[in-house]
């Protein structure tokens, strides 16, 4: 088993500290609070089975999300195209 900092876990999982404390506090990570200089170091008790079981939970950050809002944005260029056509028309329209 290896111990590592919370701030080393959150850079190696990409998580901010705030989450992995609150993964400690819920008893979702193993940790150990050792006293070094006289400060009490909170270290994350890494194993690689609990790692997979915890890495499973983590909601991974999609790509796919980003491709799927290009898409919708340029959808959304083309209708509010169409609307300017529209309303030129029509204020043509109204005013003959």
């Given at each position: 088993?290896?111990?590592?900092?919370?701030?080393?876990?959150?850079?190696?999982?990409?998580?901010?500290?705030?989450?992995?404390?609150?993964?400690?506090k819920?008893?979702?990570?193993?940790?150990?609070?050792?006293?070094?200089?006289?400060?009490?170091?909170?270290?994350?008790?890494?194993?690689?089975?609990?790692?997979?079981?915890?890495?499973?939970?983590?909601?991974?950050?999609?790509?796919?999300v980003d491709?799927?809002?290009?898409?919708?944005?340029?959808?959304?260029?083309?209708?509010?195209?169409?609307?300017?056509?529209?309303?030129?028309?029509?204020?043509?329209r109204?005013?003959?």
């Amino acid at each position: 088993m290896k111990k590592i900092t919370i701030k080393e876990y959150a850079v190696k999982h990409k998580l901010s500290i705030f989450n992995v404390m609150k993964m400690v506090k819920s008893n979702k990570l193993k940790s150990q609070t050792i006293k070094e200089d006289e400060k009490e170091v909170l270290y994350i008790l890494y194993d690689e089975e609990s790692e997979k079981e915890i890495s499973s939970q983590i909601v991974k950050h999609s790509s796919s999300v980003d491709v799927n809002i290009k898409d919708e944005i340029q959808t959304l260029k083309e209708e509010v195209k169409l609307l300017k056509e529209e309303l030129n028309e029509l204020k043509k329209r109204v005013l003959k």
